[in-house]
């Protein structure tokens, strides 16, 4: 149940084509209300909070759930600072444990745990914090799994070595527990460059971190706007962990992935909240940066394995999928007429509603447009290979707009795009080079992944569909 106090917004993208009627969420969908909950709504959306009548309580429940809605704490019982256990895993790495443990502050206790590092972690180095120490490198899961079984507290805090939150950080993720659904809440991680970092990296990271999920707060779930969180800075309910049995210490990467997916499978709610944020540091090198990028491609076979689709590098609706593949075969007038026969078919579903009708519609068009623009991620993140093999063939071919053109489009115009609308003074050249090195970079880890696991599970897409009869 909802606490008293709780508020709700309506999610930015979200369309009221008429009164009590919604369209959004993820997945889109239309949520017709009856008179006493379209009532319920505006007053929600005019400040009120949720009241604890059944019927309120269930649609705003609905709401949440539907990514229709944002959640809005108010003042109600809440963890407090003083009472998280803040877990801190390091390895190699005394001056980032010394910038953390200086930007903690108020909490309940501080947990460091040393993964095999060398020198190890002193008593000095760690402060008034309990020291627990690894006497060989395990990988951050097996360093987290130990920090949190120790806290006493109801909640716990991981921060990574060299990660600093704003002041007030947990002020700001604490009252999203009063849902007693919400088991874990993220922050925004930001880039913060060292003086070591090459000025360029410095400058892409800022905008374009790995890390880095924007400024649009969303519930964490795969197929959500915000799929995952990074546990570089992660609060959790510790009974959660309990329940989960923490995280799987064989992933050395992507096991903040699975952690989150798999407290998302058990019913928990995972929320991120971009208003707080927390730095972390960029690599000090161009070559540790890329080889952070391949681990994180590696990790995806094994997350395809307990996960499946989940991992999928492109999902969409399987009409998409087709009108796509017939514009890129050169029928475009065929794609064409798929675009506009499926959207029309979505709209019919509104019946006489034609506001409704209209917006089905455009949210159809748009769907294609974004189905395009994941593709073209997916052949630069994943099928690369497979893209440039299908050039070959449909150059031989000899049919509709040149293969090597349309490859070329796919893997430079986004990142042009992405450099029109991002606050960086890197020039459009470098930007659009270290784009495909990024993204190149972390398709090499996914290919190594696959012939490491001998499973092309983390490169298959995930298509869905709906009966447009």
Request: hydrophobic residues 45%.
């Amino acid at each position: 149940m909802l606490p008293p106090g709780f508020g709700l917004k309506l999610d930015p993208i979200v369309r009221r084509p008429r009164h009590g009627v919604l369209v959004g969420g993820n997945p889109i969908r239309v949520i017709k209300l009856t008179p006493a909950g379209a009532a319920l709504l505006d007053a929600w959306v005019q400040g009120r909070t949720v009241g604890p009548g059944r019927g309120s309580q269930a649609l705003a429940r609905r709401l949440l759930d539907a990514g229709i809605a944002q959640p809005r704490p108010g003042p109600a019982s809440h963890p407090r600072p003083s009472e998280v256990t803040v877990v801190i895993p390091v390895r190699d790495d005394p001056e980032g444990l010394a910038a953390s443990l200086n930007a903690v502050e108020g909490v309940g206790s501080v947990i460091v745990v040393d993964d095999g590092s060398e020198p190890a972690v002193t008593q000095a180095e760690a402060g008034t914090a309990t020291l627990l120490r690894r006497p060989t490198a395990g990988g951050p899961a097996a360093a987290r799994n130990i920090g949190w079984r120790e806290a006493t507290t109801d909640i716990v805090a991981f921060l990574d070595a060299g990660c600093i939150p704003v002041p007030g950080w947990l002020e700001g993720l604490l009252p999203h527990f009063a849902d007693p659904e919400v088991v874990a809440v993220a922050p925004r991680i930001r880039s913060r460059a060292s003086a070591a970092t090459p000025t360029w990296l410095a400058a892409y990271e800022q905008s374009r971190s790995a890390l880095d999920l924007g400024p649009r707060e969303a519930p964490v779930r795969p197929g959500s706007p915000v799929s995952y969180v990074p546990t570089a800075a992660l609060a959790v309910r510790k009974q959660a962990l309990v329940r989960a049995d923490g995280f799987d210490e064989v992933l050395r990467f992507g096991e903040d992935v699975d952690l989150v997916w798999r407290l998302a499978k058990r019913g928990g709610q995972t929320r991120y909240e971009p208003s707080v944020s927390v730095t972390h540091p960029t690599r000090k090198s161009a070559t540790a940066w890329l080889q952070q990028r391949f681990q994180y491609g590696r990790s995806a076979s094994a997350l395809a394995s307990r996960h499946g689709l989940d991992v999928a590098p492109a999902a969409m609706n399987a009409w998409s999928a087709g009108a796509w593949a017939l514009a890129l075969a050169g029928y475009p007038a065929r794609a064409a007429a798929l675009v506009v026969l499926t959207s029309a078919a979505l709209a019919r579903r509104a019946g006489s509603d034609r506001a409704t009708a209209r917006t089905l519609a455009g949210l159809a068009l748009a769907g294609h447009l974004q189905a395009g623009l994941s593709l073209a991620t997916a052949v630069r993140r994943a099928w690369l290979p497979l893209a440039l093999g299908g050039a070959v063939l449909s150059g031989r071919r000899g049919r509709g707009t040149p293969a090597g053109v349309v490859l070329a489009a796919v893997l430079t115009v986004p990142a042009a795009t992405e450099w029109l609308a991002a606050p960086t003074d890197t020039g459009l050249l470098t930007w659009v080079g270290l784009r495909l090195a990024d993204d190149l970079a972390y398709q090499a880890g996914v290919w190594s992944g696959c012939v490491s696991a001998r499973s092309a599970a983390a490169v298959m897409p995930r298509l869905s569909g709906f009966k447009p009869w």
